[in-house]
């Protein structure tokens, strides 16, 4: 399929290591992959489900223990550890090797290798960069041929150049004690062991197209970010984006793919998704803008929760052409069924749970989510970004898509108002690096604990979060049409925890004064923390909420301020001495401004 040395030599040094027993091109046709998905069905790797409810849909289950992410075995090996930073695990890459090489050897004996050509970006186009990943599971091949561009034009575009991501994984013995998953960012290689869980072996994802994209574009002056993209169109045909991150559990799916209330849709408003989850970022020469693209090709969701009323795109995304993972299998219909689906879960006598076990709904314990529930709270669907029913036009743009607006947001009770801007860019950065969380009664631990998520990036940025945090300043300084940058809170309670603001659909309301703020046309308030709005620009009409209420959500708690300085200082104090002063600066003119 290639002539191309550089891979060949790799593919050869790789097998002879890890000895499967034959090797395979994927070429991205139809055809091969029907014979993937037939094959795994035979071995029960796959369930092919109902052809006429769920067409082209397919249940697979991971082992037990083996259901998500691994941020404790996830490693940045660098030369020095100072470049990997205090936020990431390191090891020396020479040591990582030779632990590896151990659990590598002989590891695909009696399997076979897949060798998946992809592309993260529309191939040929300026953003794009391609990758090979090496892996003996056909189900990752099936999943990164929904959330890459795989085929034989990968290797055409690659030509003879060098310039390629390598990834090899191995599901080995699926040992939790082994398992890592490693990034070598120098190397311009990722090494993925012991698991089979989708977050940890479709290396495009978040160790491709964040860890080493991140280390890219930091060297290249581009930006890889965990961020959202979506397109807001008024009555009268303009477009304009949005990008923004959110730390999980932070509604950040529901907001790409929101539906505007019906007062938005009457007048002629609607929401286009460009990407739900990660976005490259580069400066167009042509008008100094920051562009966007959503460098994946599908969406790697979480299931529980997800229904008709919370994210009605996402449901009708994954009706067909997905492969859901650790979700209960409904044996009567032949379809798949989640906590928070809706209110009919499949008898008993016809239900098997996530790890393959008859289940009884009835003996469901919310306070016992992970040993009673049907689904494993972190259970998935991989579907094609094309079947979401409001995808953008402009997701396969080869240029991206103009960003006029940066949202950064968290899950604060009391801190955060609802919506405010910062001053300028450096501000912005500022309002990203202290972004946060606090844990809720679902989360593992106490209640109320903030932890702190950098532009959604703490797991996923690819060395020192000191110097990414500086390379956001120095991007601030190459844009020359910058986005504004905006903190949204969706999360404010009341005395008694109740959220206040509505959220889902409704948040598109801020989404408009965000708009608003960017084109001039609105003024604000300022404050010690950044532009709040004047309530009345806001528009709550149709909205059960007063104005009184608004005015309590826009306003700036300064007490927890001052009570949030100690915290954030703590955290800059974590990740070092690569903080740039600019943000202890910043830290310390708003100390001021809070008195």
């Not at 950064?408 to 910062?422: E, N």
Request: glycine content about 8%.
């Amino acid at each position: 399929m290639t002539n191309n040395k550089y891979v060949l030599s790799w593919i050869e040094e790789m097998a002879a290591m890890t000895q499967p027993d034959k090797i395979v091109w994927i070429d991205g046709t139809d055809a091969q992959a029907e014979a993937l998905r037939a094959e795994a069905c035979s071995t029960g790797e796959i369930i092919k489900l109902n052809e006429e409810l769920l067409p082209n849909c397919y249940l697979h289950r991971t082992a037990v223990n083996d259901v998500a992410r691994v941020e404790g075995r996830t490693y940045i090996c660098t030369p020095t550890k100072e470049e990997a930073g205090n936020v990431n695990n390191w090891m020396d890459p020479n040591e990582m090797y030779a632990k590896l090489k151990k659990l590598y050897t002989g590891s695909m004996k009696g399997r076979t290798m897949y060798v998946i050509p992809y592309s993260m970006g529309v191939v040929g186009s300026d953003f794009a960069k391609y990758g090979i990943e090496l892996t003996d599971s056909i189900y990752v091949v099936l999943n990164m041929l929904i959330m890459t561009r795989v085929g034989t034009n990968v290797l055409e575009a690659l030509g003879d150049s060098p310039d390629y991501i390598k990834g090899l994984h191995a599901r080995a013995d699926i040992d939790e004690e082994n398992r890592y998953i490693v990034h070598f960012p120098q190397d311009n290689t990722i090494m993925s062991v012991n698991s089979g869980y989708g977050g940890n072996v479709l290396l495009g994802k978040k160790c491709f197209a964040l860890r080493i994209a991140s280390y890219l574009g930091r060297k290249e002056n581009w930006m890889a970010e965990h961020m959202l993209i979506l397109g807001v169109e008024y009555p009268n045909g303009e477009i304009k984006y949005i990008t923004a991150a959110f730390p999980s559990a932070c509604g950040k799916t529901n907001l790409a793919m929101l539906i505007p209330p019906e007062i938005y849709r009457k007048k002629g408003f609607k929401v286009w998704c460009v990407g739900d989850d990660i976005a490259w970022l580069r400066v167009n020469k042509e008008d100094g803008k920051l562009y966007a693209v959503n460098p994946e090709n599908g969406f790697f969701g979480v299931a529980p929760g997800t229904n008709e009323k919370s994210n009605p795109n996402a449901l009708h995304t994954c009706l067909r052409d997905t492969i859901f993972t650790n979700v209960v299998h409904d044996t009567k219909n032949n379809t798949v069924w989640w906590e928070g689906l809706n209110d009919n879960p499949p008898a008993p006598e016809y239900a098997i749970d996530w790890k393959g076990n008859p289940w009884d709904y009835r003996k469901y314990d919310k306070k016992d989510k992970l040993g009673t529930s049907g689904a494993h709270p972190n259970s998935r669907f991989t579907a094609l970004a094309k079947n979401c029913p409001c995808i953008s036009s402009e997701f396969d743009s080869l240029t991206g898509v103009p960003v006029s607006a940066i949202v950064f947001g968290g899950r604060r009770a009391k801190t955060a108002p609802l919506v405010y801007q910062s001053f300028n860019w450096q501000h912005g950065a500022f309002v990203g690096s202290i972004m946060a969380s606090e844990t809720t009664a679902a989360a593992a631990g106490a209640l109320g604990v903030v932890r702190r998520d950098p532009m959604a990036m703490r797991p996923f940025v690819g060395y020192n979060m000191g110097d990414y945090w500086k390379h956001w300043l120095d991007m601030g300084k190459i844009i020359p049409n910058a986005p504004l940058i905006f903190h949204v809170n969706w999360f404010r309670t009341d005395d008694e925890g109740n959220f206040i603001w509505p959220g889902f659909g409704d948040n598109m309301r801020v989404l408009e004064w965000i708009l608003a703020r960017c084109e001039g046309k609105v003024d604000a308030v300022e404050t010690a923390i950044g532009y709040v709005p004047k309530p009345e620009d806001i528009n709550i009409e149709g909205l059960d909420l007063s104005l009184d209420t608004l005015k309590d959500l826009l306003s700036v708690d300064t007490e927890s301020w001052k009570a949030d300085i100690a915290n954030i200082k703590d955290f800059y104090n974590m990740v070092g001495d690569h903080v740039p002063a600019e943000m202890w600066e910043e830290l310390a003119a708003l100390e001021a401004r809070l008195g």
